[in-house]
């Protein structure tokens, strides 16, 4: 099995061209980051200039991948951020099989991709994460979990996702510190404010149930 993630931009027609030309850049080079920061296979593309798609070989971590995204792009400054203009994205996890495999994932398809796109289609309100499985259980337990997230997250400054990014690219503290020009103290209050310790105990989770999902025998 695989994850395929469906993402599309929030409030992306509040951009102006420059702004829009910003975020693009800055997410197709965290998506070349991320195969090297996990190892694994990952892809992803972008399409029509306000959404992309992207398969994570290890379904474990597609949260984690996830949230690498939303903290890489959330941490833009533009001249103006203004109400509205704090990069953000919705995106749906889709974990099963895929069944047809081309040059591009946006020419792939199967049950990982159809989950993936149909949920992102259903999301609405303030959801900004979602995940479907074949398994109904799994899905009412992210359901929950991630709305919770969803919720902690709404409330985080850009600090707290500036730190959040190196974090999750696993960053020591002091290493972060020296990055930001900040002390240590800071960094780790930062981490606090964010409810860090909830969030990576979330992914350990994730991480924990989609592995034994998808490899039921291992």
Known sequence: MNAVITA?????????????DLLLDVLSKEFKALQDDHKVNIQFKIS????FQGVVGDPGIALKVLLQLKTAIAKITF?????GKTPDFRAAIGIGDINLTRDSVLESNGEAFQYSGRTLDQMK?????ALTTGSDAINQEFLVSLTLMDSVMSKWSAASFEV??????????VDIAKELSISQSAV????KVANWDAIKL???????VITSYTSPYE
């Open 79 to 83: 001249d103006d951020k203004s109400e």
């Open 202 to 208: 979330l992914m350990d989770r994730f991480n924990t």
């Open 125 to 129: 309100g303030d959801q900004r994460t």
């Open 8 to 20: 599309d931009f929030i409030a992306s027609s509040a951009l102006d061209a420059q702004e829009l």
């Open 188 to 191: 780790n209050t930062r981490k």
């Open 164 to 173: 959040a990014y190196y974090v999750l690219k696993n960053w020591k503290e």
């Open 48 to 51: 029509r200039g306000d959404s």
